[in-house]
């Protein structure tokens, strides 16, 4: 079963959860609001993508905090990603031990379906 982090109000993960509930795919949803991504979880996806692709630039939090003007480094947007979740890009999909990173209806269809 696909486990799916993200938040609800999220239009990418919406578009995902509509996907699989479409295509009749099983899934657990993890609202990174009520349940926080901890360090563990976040080094765990970064074994198998990067940070760049793992951390959101185009979001709001990322624009109201100013992290632009800081300059982070790997493992400082690590560490964000741990005190702030909502710079997580979402949707994140846990799926046979691979993690997929933001809304890709093509790799769901070839990959998922």
């Given at each position: 079963?696909?486990?799916v982090y993200?938040?609800k109000?999220?239009?990418?993960v919406?578009?995902?959860?509509?996907?699989?509930?479409?295509?009749d795919?099983?899934?657990?949803?993890?609202?990174?609001?009520?349940t926080?991504?901890?360090?563990?979880?976040?080094?765990?996806w970064?074994?198998?993508?990067?940070?760049?692709?793992l951390?959101?630039?185009k979001?709001?939090?990322?624009r109201?905090?100013?992290?632009?003007?800081?300059?982070?480094?790997?493992k400082?947007?690590?560490?964000?990603?741990?005190?702030?979740n909502?710079l997580?890009?979402?949707p994140?999909?846990?799926?046979?031990?691979?993690?997929i990173?933001?809304?890709?209806?093509?790799?769901?269809?070839?990959?998922?379906?």
């Amino acid at each position: 079963m696909l486990k799916v982090y993200g938040i609800k109000n999220c239009d990418s993960v919406r578009k995902a959860l509509k996907y699989f509930k479409t295509h009749d795919i099983p899934y657990e949803f993890i609202d990174f609001k009520q349940t926080p991504v901890l360090r563990n979880k976040i080094d765990e996806w970064l074994q198998q993508t990067d940070i760049t692709t793992l951390f959101n630039t185009k979001g709001t939090t990322y624009r109201t905090l100013k992290l632009k003007d800081i300059g982070l480094n790997e493992k400082e947007k690590a560490d964000w990603l741990v005190k702030e979740n909502m710079l997580i890009k979402r949707p994140i999909i846990e799926y046979n031990g691979k993690v997929i990173v933001g809304y890709n209806e093509a790799y769901y269809r070839e990959n998922l379906s």
